[in-house]
């Protein structure tokens, strides 16, 4: 089983930048694939971003490529989002999630964080 934990989380004003960390517990983060989805209120989670076990392999949304990089270091069980050039439509709860295969439906991956909150000002 993996726990995971997300924080960075914060409010900050359109055009700057963020960077999320998700450290998971347990000795077996390198054998999952990681994720990065996020929530608006009202709106259904959606797919941001995932990194392959290695991190030689990452896919992003179209609303997020070339403004967010996903990345990971296995040696301290840790995922990174940074976020640049933010935008008021990046505010939601921000989750990581930890899967057996590359995937961006949410439905596939079998652990999550609790999320953290980002707020865009405009």
């Known amino acids: 089983q993996v726990q995971l934990v997300e924080s960075g989380g914060g409010l900050v004003q359109a055009g700057g930048s963020l960077r999320l960390s998700c450290a998971a517990s347990g000795r077996t983060f390198s054998s999952y694939v990681m994720g990065w989805f996020r929530q608006a209120p009202g709106k259904e989670r959606e797919f941001v971003a995932t990194?392959?076990?290695?991190?030689?392999?990452?896919y992003y949304s179209d609303s997020v490529k070339g403004r967010f990089t996903i990345s990971r270091d296995n040696a301290r069980n840790t995922v990174y989002l940074q976020m640049n050039s933010l935008k008021p439509e990046d505010t939601a709860v921000y989750y990581c999630a930890a899967d057996r295969s590359l995937s961006s439906d949410s439905s596939t991956y079998d652990y999550w964080g609790q999320g953290t909150q980002v707020t865009v000002s405009s």
């Open positions: 990194v392959s076990r290695t991190g030689g392999t990452t």
